[in-house]
């Protein structure tokens, strides 16, 4: 169907106000480091009828991304909102999975350059009545829309924040405020996470390639516990079992899964981290596994694969001897990757890119997803990577494998690759 049967009835509405009151607001649908990526879907697009532009916008980082503006400007943000809506909703934008769509005003009003904006990393909503302490002796409160005014005696230069709400169960957050020339260079945005966002008494059993629960698994917790997961893949924790770290044994005879040995924190009687655990069937061919699984928030992690030649992820699933087995976008996972026959010659680097958060380069949400990355070469259970929590920033370079089977540590935190 083509898209002015969608939006047709409701241009004569704006243009009225437009008549009146005019500005310049801009719906984007993608922003792409790679400017190939951007001409895939720029294509794909037009060939629905749907005429965008490539802008080039530059980060703080000085990082270049492509943008795919549509050619339809419209008169005010009320009419920018309800045509994104309606773009959302489009066949062809549900069928390829685009959610990376944004409006922005063009001809901005001026902003203050010394404000910081809090917000719920689930909601993204304001955080009215936060605090906020600068270098442990000023004391600030967000407004009612979260935002926090600088005052004029923070001079230039790297100051200690601490963010917190300690009345609505939000964690403490600790970051460096940057000024230069009398304005904020970062964070201009600071995400508070409750302090129970990710706290289960539970652990959850599923199929890595389809996410599907696995029933009537057995596991074994410090060799004390026994236990079965249910018809939903659940397992309930012991009543009786203590705070700190424990070893697990989760294995399915009748399944052909690997067989799993893994560990766990707990604190104050539950899991604090993501707690879906994935397993992948055995096989008989060479191959290196990537299980990614995270919390609830935020919602949409996509993992990533490359080698010299392909890069395999959501929108090319499968390049080369790269495969994304299972694409999840709706919080915990498990979103799977296979490298089939890896090659000596060939390094693969693996990354984990915050989606749900897109160009927000001060984004804190992906350190504090619990994301957790496993590691099998073959049948066997490798490595175990967990996310470093009150780092900024959009991408996790997790590890490169080099000569087939050498893992070579990175996790890093950044928002450019």
């Given amino acids: 169907m083509k898209i002015a049967k969608y939006l047709i009835s409701t241009f004569f509405f704006f243009s ?31 060939k629905n009828d749907i005429k965008t532009n490539i802008s080039h916008y530059t980060a703080p980082d000085y990082t270049v991304y492509y943008r795919l503006m549509w050619e339809e400007h419209q ?34 009003p001026p902003v203050s350059s010394r404000a910081v904006y809090i917000t719920d990393s689930v909601t993204g909503k304001p955080v009215a009545n936060a605090e906020m302490v600068i270098d442990n002796k000023t004391t600030l409160k967000a407004d009612s829309n979260g935002k926090v005014i600088i ?87 012991p009543e009786d079992i203590e705070d700190g770290e424990h070893s697990f044994v989760i294995e399915k005879q009748d399944g052909d899964y690997v067989k799993t040995e893994k560990s766990f924190s ?34 949409d992690l996509d993992s990533h694969i490359f080698s010299q030649n392909y890069h395999a992820y959501w929108i090319d699933k499968d390049d080369g001897n790269l ?3 299972h694409d999840d976008t709706s919080s915990y ?26 160009g927000n380069y001060e984004s804190d949400r992906l350190s504090l997803s619990g994301a957790r990355v496993e590691v099998y070469f073959g049948n066997e259970h490798k490595q175990t990577f967990t996310i470093e929590p009150g780092k900024a920033g959009v991408l996790w370079h997790v590890f490169d494998i080099e000569n087939k089977d050498k893992i070579i540590v990175k996790n890093v935190i950044t928002s450019s690759r």
């Avoid at 996972?333 to 897109?358: F, Q």
Wanted: aromatic share 8%; glycine share 4%.
């Fill in 75 to 108: 008169p005010n943000k009320e009419s920018a909102d309800l045509h994104a809506k309606m773009l959302t909703n489009l066949p062809i934008v549900k069928k390829e999975r685009i959610n990376d769509i944004w409006y922005e005003r063009l001809d901005k």
């Fill in 266 to 299: 707990i604190i104050n009687g539950c899991l604090p981290s993501a707690n879906l655990v994935s397993l992948p069937k055995a096989v008989d061919y060479d191959r290196i596994k990537i299980i990614l699984t995270w919390g609830e928030a935020p919602s």
């Fill in 151 to 237: 005052p004029d005696d923070i001079t230039d230069g790297d100051h200690s924040i601490t963010v917190e709400k300690s009345t609505d169960n939000y964690s403490k957050t600790q970051r460096t405020l940057s000024l230069k020339s009398g304005e904020i260079t970062s964070p201009n945005q600071l995400i508070l996470s409750k302090s129970d966002v990710n706290n289960q008494k539970f652990l959850l059993i599923s199929d890595s390639d389809t996410g599907s629960p696995i029933t009537n698994a057995d596991i074994t917790i410090d060799k004390k516990w026994f236990l079965k997961s249910d018809n939903n893949g659940k397992v309930a924790l």
């Fill in 333 to 358: 996972g498990p979103e799977t990757i296979t490298i089939r026959e890896p090659k000596t010659e060939d390094k693969y680097e693996y990354w984990v890119h915050n989606y749900t958060d897109g």
């Fill in 16 to 46: 009225i106000s437009a008549l009146t009151f005019s500005e310049d607001w801009c719906i984007y649908l993608g922003s792409f480091r790679n400017y190939t990526n951007a001409t895939r879907r720029q294509e794909l697009l037009r």
């Fill in 323 to 325: 495969n994304l087995d």
